[in-house]
């Protein structure tokens, strides 16, 4: 199975900026951003395909950019214009299958890693 790393949670104030990474240990056709606030529910925050397609949650549509390398096998989050409703902790999943519109429901993703927390003050 894929193993999966996050890293570059942080403590930001409220308009600041955080760029989250995700290694890989082999080649992904389809992951994603999840994010988990306490008490709340896991939600899909933005996910790409091997073709670059990409869906975000309407919450961070225009503020967060989700990105990645296939030839090192690293995805990235830059989270610009941060609000404090973004504090949560940030997971990387992978998918089994490369769909033409990446999926945000977390059911459809096989493999997680551990999170990176961020935490956004106002």
């Known amino acids: 199975q894929v193993q999966l790393r996050e890293s570059g949670g942080d403590s930001v104030q409220a308009g600041g900026s955080l760029r989250l990474s995700c290694a890989a240990s082999r080649d992904i056709y389809s992951w994603a951003w999840f994010r988990q606030a306490p008490g709340k529910e896991r939600e899909g925050v933005a996910a790409?395909?091997?073709?670059?397609?990409?869906r975000y949650a309407d919450s961070v549509k225009d503020r967060f950019t989700i990105s990645q390398d296939t030839g090192v096998n690293t995805l990235w989050l830059q989270m610009d214009s941060l609000k404090s409703e973004d504090t949560a902790m940030y997971y990387c999943a992978a998918g089994l299958w490369k769909w033409a519109s990446p999926p945000l429901g977390p059911s459809n993703y096989a493999a997680w890693g551990q999170g990176t927390q961020v935490a956004v003050s106002s």
């Open positions: 790409i395909n091997s073709d670059n397609n990409t």
